[in-house]
């Protein structure tokens, strides 16, 4: 407990799954947290009750991180309210599969401007609020190393991310603030539920390529995020963590 007191941590897409179990797990780390989120207003303000309720402190922060307008309102609240930032968890992301001849322009602009234009803009506007070093988590997936049939656009934007993890860490060194990405199997979340992912056929499929034997849940990921959020991980950067049970998808 404690390891992350008195720092400041924005997660964006903080209001469910994977991004609202990263918010939980820093707060009980002592972190204030801005908790971002883009149309589940309710949802974000549960989980920021929550952090409130604990001892630690949030508020939340409407952005569509895909926009630069709406990332510098983001970290103009958190200045307001914080100051600084020492943590960036970018979570915010959407996935489609679709096989290629139901690709289209729509669906390939709106996974690649929320899943990489987000982590850049976002990325962009935190160094800046980052004067004494911070730590960058990017969210990846295992889709980006064994890409699934139907995957190629979402897989494709994990690939970025992680590319942009090892280039912005080289970057971004000289600057004291690490850049690392987690790289999460199947989770269960609002999410996958809602796609049908997390149960049946996919969900079996998944567990038969994991040696650990289950899914994931977003606190496995939370963990991890933790520790590459504080000063243990001191000395791990450009690094894209596996957190998926031994997955290969």
Same mark, same amino acid.
Request: net charge neutral.
């Given at each position: 407990?404690?390891?992350?007191?008195?720092?400041?941590?924005?997660?964006?897409?903080?209001?469910?799954?994977?991004?609202?179990?990263?918010?939980?797990?820093?707060?009980?780390?002592?972190?204030?947290?801005?908790?971002?989120?883009?149309?589940?207003? !309710?949802?974000?303000?549960?989980?920021?009750?929550?952090?409130?309720?604990?001892?630690?402190?949030?508020?939340?922060?409407?952005?569509?991180v895909s926009k630069k307008a709406d990332v510098d309102k983001l970290f103009a609240e958190a200045k307001?309210?914080?100051?600084?930032?020492?943590?960036?968890?970018?979570?915010?992301?959407?996935?489609?599969?679709?096989?290629?001849?139901?690709?289209?322009?729509? +669906?390939?602009?709106?996974?690649? !401007?929320?899943?990489?234009?987000?982590?850049?803009?976002?990325?962009?506007?935190?160094?800046?609020?980052?004067?004494?070093?911070?730590?960058?988590?990017?969210?990846?997936?295992?889709v980006a190393l064994t890409p699934p049939p139907t995957g190629s656009v979402y897989s494709a934007t994990k690939?970025?991310?992680?590319?942009?993890?090892?280039?912005?860490?080289?970057?971004?060194?000289?600057?004291?603030?690490?850049?690392?990405?987690?790289?999460?199997?199947?989770?269960?979340?609002?999410?996958?539920?809602? +796609?049908?992912?997390?149960?049946?056929?996919?969900?079996?499929?998944?567990? +038969?390529?994991?040696?650990?034997?289950?899914?994931?849940?977003?606190?496995?990921?939370?963990?991890?995020?933790?520790?590459?959020?504080?000063?243990?991980?001191?000395?791990?950067?450009?690094?894209?963590?596996?957190?998926?049970?031994?997955?290969?998808?």
């Amino acid at each position: 407990m404690g390891r992350l007191k008195g720092k400041t941590a924005v997660v964006t897409g903080a209001s469910k799954g994977i991004g609202a179990g990263i918010a939980l797990a820093l707060a009980e780390e002592g972190a204030n947290v801005v908790v971002n989120y883009a149309r589940a207003k !309710d949802d974000a303000e549960k989980v920021a009750a929550k952090i409130n309720q604990n001892g630690s402190k949030a508020i939340t922060v409407q952005a569509d991180v895909s926009k630069k307008a709406d990332v510098d309102k983001l970290f103009a609240e958190a200045k307001k309210a914080f100051g600084t930032v020492d943590i960036l968890v970018n979570n915010a992301g959407v996935y489609e599969f679709a096989p290629l001849s139901e690709i289209t322009e729509e +669906s390939y602009r709106r996974q690649f !401007d929320l899943n990489v234009l987000g982590t850049l803009l976002s990325t962009q506007a935190a160094v800046k609020s980052m004067p004494n070093g911070g730590s960058v988590i990017n969210l990846s997936s295992v889709v980006a190393l064994t890409p699934p049939p139907t995957g190629s656009v979402y897989s494709a934007t994990k690939g970025a991310v992680d590319v942009i993890t090892r280039s912005l860490a080289q970057e971004l060194g000289p600057q004291k603030i690490r850049v690392n990405s987690l790289s999460p199997g199947l989770v269960v979340t609002e999410g996958t539920r809602a +796609s049908g992912n997390a149960e049946g056929e996919f969900k079996s499929y998944a567990i +038969s390529r994991t040696p650990l034997g289950r899914v994931g849940e977003p606190q496995d990921i939370a963990k991890v995020a933790v520790f590459l959020a504080s000063d243990e991980s001191a000395w791990i950067t450009g690094e894209v963590l596996p957190v998926g049970g031994g997955a290969r998808l």
